[in-house]
């Protein structure tokens, strides 16, 4: 089975704070994504990556950035962390080959205070 | 502007109801499709593809109608563990990006 970790359920950091959140999958897949999902608004891609050191932005990429120096770890940083940042934060990768489906991380749910 | 469109619902049925949801995509180049469920407070997984010819998986149905760009969910025999949001999501063939509604909530009562 394909296993996506992150590094954290559950996080509390302050307003300002530089925030890292963690993604490693073990499955090889090329793609990697992180979303949030808010209550209404569903999942809203924020960054993907489709190979090591490429990344691209996706619908919502203001006040993010994202790393990913190996094939297996995609990390979402937050530059400045925000009120407006607390959220459920989801991690998602997907091999290469079309017609995949998309397997998810567990979530971290961030909160900024 | 959203790609996918589902009825947020929620769907309140009774155990043992049969239940169905619709999903629209607006991009006619989507070549992959799935549905997802999500439990309060967790990840979504992965319920089942959604192949052009309908599939089933015991008392789920997946159908996709490419000519009005609609995919199905049926739920047969509907039981209290069903109760979730379920995630419709489509894939264009020239990018492997995938892009989800909204969600449909179901609510199974006894």
């Known amino acids: 089975d394909v296993k996506v970790t992150q590094s954290s359920r559950y996080l509390v950091k302050r307003t300002g704070e530089k925030v890292f959140l963690e993604c490693v999958q073990d499955m090889d897949h090329e793609n990697m994504f992180w979303y949030r999902q808010d209550p209404g608004l569903g999942l809203r891609l924020i960054y993907f990556?489709?190979?090591?050191?490429?990344?691209e932005k996706g619908d919502i990429p203001e006040g993010y950035s994202v790393s990913r120096e190996k094939k297996e770890r995609f990390s979402l940083i937050l530059e400045s962390a925000s009120t407006n940042q607390t959220s459920m934060y989801l991690c998602a990768s997907l091999p290469g080959t079309g017609g995949a489906a998309a397997f998810f991380g567990q979530g971290t749910r961030l909160t900024v205070v | 502007r959203k790609e996918v469109e589902q009825d947020p619902g929620p769907f309140n049925v009774p155990e043992g109801a049969t239940v169905a949801f619709n999903c629209t995509y607006s991009n006619s180049a989507s070549q992959s499709f799935f549905w997802y469920r999500q439990d309060c407070r967790k990840e979504p997984k992965l319920l089942m593809s959604v192949y052009s010819s309908g599939n089933e998986d015991g008392r789920f149905t997946a159908q996709l109608n490419r000519a009005s760009q609609y995919i199905s969910l049926l739920i047969r025999d509907s039981k209290l563990s069903d109760s979730a949001t379920y995630l419709c999501?489509?894939?264009?063939?020239?990018?492997?990006?995938?892009?989800f509604g909204r969600g449909t909530s179901l609510i199974v009562h006894p």
């Open positions: 999501v489509a894939s264009s063939g020239g990018s492997y990006i995938p892009t």
């Open positions: 990556s489709y190979d090591v050191k490429m990344k």
